[in-house]
Structure formats: C-alpha cells, structure tokens
C-alpha cells in the first residue's frame, strides 16, 4: 500500500503522461494484447501487469515504509502458511486475481484506467 500510494498520486497528477502515468497499458501490451483471446489472457493477467508495470515504466527507490510493508506481509503469509498450510495461500491470491481481473465487478477498474 505504501508503494501503491505514491504511484496512484503521481497517476492523477500526471494523467496520461507517457514515461510517468504508470496506468497506461505499455507499447508492449497495446501490441502483443490485440486479438480476442490474447485480450482475453491480459484480463486474466491485469492484476500481474498492474502490480509490475510501474517497475517498468517509473522505477523509484524503495522507501521505509515499503520494507516495513514487505517484511510485515511475508510474516503473516508465513504465519498463514504454517498454521494453515497453501489452502488459505491459493484462496487469496485467486481472490485477488479474480477480484482485479476477470470477475464482472472489476470492469469498473478496466474502463476507468484503460
């Protein structure tokens, strides 16, 4: 959430900046995602391509909160992971891949940045 922040406010100050709105699909993706069923993959892929695009495009330099960040997630999927073992690890990251991709819902999210 740390990183999120600091990118999504450089997304409204810079609305479509090339280089700098890291919401705009790359030339790489407006080229290879052209076809039905290749748009249909990028769908299912957004939440990858949301979450590695701004490393990409508009690096920038990794800050104390976003190690307090990293450190604190990799304990509770940890914790997660030793009382509970991979179910609850699957669960969440197809929810999240569901809820930001393919589930009807997040079309919002699709026509809103794309």
């Known amino acids: 959430s740390a990183s ?13 900046g090339d280089g700098i ?23 299912i892929l957004q939440p990858l391509f949301y979450a590695i695009r701004p490393l990409c495009i508009n690096p920038k330099p990794i800050g104390h909160l976003e190690i307090i960040n990293l450190v604190v997630q990799l304990a509770f999927n940890a ?13 969440m990251l197809a929810g999240s891949m569901l809820g930001m991709g393919l589930h009807p819902i997040s079309g919002h999210f699709i026509a809103e940045h794309y």
């Open 4 to 16: 999120f922040k600091r990118y999504h406010l450089d997304h409204h100050r810079y609305l479509g």
């Open 79 to 91: 914790a997660l992971y030793y009382l509970w073992g991979a179910k609850p690890m699957v669960y």
């Open 21 to 43: 709105d890291v919401d705009i699909p790359t030339e790489f993706e407006g080229w290879f995602f052209c076809t039905r069923f290749r748009k249909f993959i990028w769908i």
